[in-house]
């Protein structure tokens, strides 16, 4: 018998005829050229990913053109250009540093320069800087041109919150997929071990690009992915685990210990699901417990990630949290920080603040002065009642 998680992946793949037929399709549609690939982003997940994408062309060279284009956030490196690093040292020395890069990835500083003529587009940037790309980008894509975000954050509006495949399907009127999982970007550019999770649901039937056109892009041997169609479930779980990754630091930062983790660990995801069932219904529980961008992902940013590491270290200095980023992170972003203060303006307009104590606790430890040691007490509030 299968399992349940096998039988959903053998339904996915025998369902890739899809819904909105919305999204025009006519490049999509034309039968397997060599699609031409563009990363968007070169920080630190934005070039491990950028360098999977770039050996899979050159391993598939029947499906995709080799040369791959990644943007780069053009800086000066001392006197020279980080652009110009990349393509001759072939290493992102201020984001990667230490990993060799594919001689077929080429970083390009024009943004726009960078997507033209591209089939498939990876979104790779720390999330608050999204809205800026895509007015960049705004009606210079065409409609059969194909995405995926790798970005774990959400976009916050007066209408509330919106996953960041969606927005970026608004605003530039492409289809887009969510990867998201238990992906520390060191661990995978030393490709060490770690499995993925894609939501990628065929817009149109008439698509050539599959989810198996998707997989081939992003699987290697180290990085094993999964595809789903779960989008609200990839995107929130890989968003929200971030405020969790900081209670955890909060938590080693006082010295609590391993069981103190655990509760939090526990509370969080708690949190995470009532959040996606409350407001995503559409997303699925399995997602949280089956998939590498659910419980999977919790963990390991609990024990090794930046928003971890951020939040030990502003419970051991007390000093102010952007300034703490950028001291420790040198560039890179912790995205719990903006998603913890995005989420709770969002439950505090829907009056839902005290429901979820974790997130809303999260948010008052980063910006309201809160004492972490509080945690337990506050959580104690929402704990079953014995009568
Ligand atoms: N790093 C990881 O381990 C990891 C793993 C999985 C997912 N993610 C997610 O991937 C996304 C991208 O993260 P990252 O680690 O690649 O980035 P990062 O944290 O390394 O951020 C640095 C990047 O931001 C760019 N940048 C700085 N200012 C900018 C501006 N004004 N406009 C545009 N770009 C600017 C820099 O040039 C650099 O490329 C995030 O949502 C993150 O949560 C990260
Ligand atoms: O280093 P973080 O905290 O941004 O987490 C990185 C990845 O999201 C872990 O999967």
Redesign the pocket.
Known sequence: MLSSTSARRLSLLGSQVASSARLSSTAAMAPAAKYKVSVI??????SAIAKIVAENTASNPEAFDLNVRMWV?E?MIGDKKLTEIINTQHENVK?LPGIRLPSNLVAVPDLVECVTGSDILIF????Q?LP?ICSQLKGKIPPSVRAVS????VELSANGITLIASYITEQLGIYCGALSGA???PEVAQEKFSETTIAYKVPDAADSITQKTIKTLFHRPYFHVSVVNDLAGVSLAGALKNIVALASGFVDGMGWGDNAKAAIIRRGLLEMTQFSREFFPESEASTFTEESCGVADVITSCAGGRNHKLGVAMIKTKKPVFELENELLK???A?GVTTAQEVNAFLTKRGKAAEYPLFTAVNDIIFNGLDSSALPEILEKVEKKVE
């Open positions: 982003g070169s920080g630190n997940w934005g956030f800086e984001y790779n940037v720390p999330h800087f800026r790798c970005i774990k954050g992906n520390l970007a560039g890179q972003k995205q």
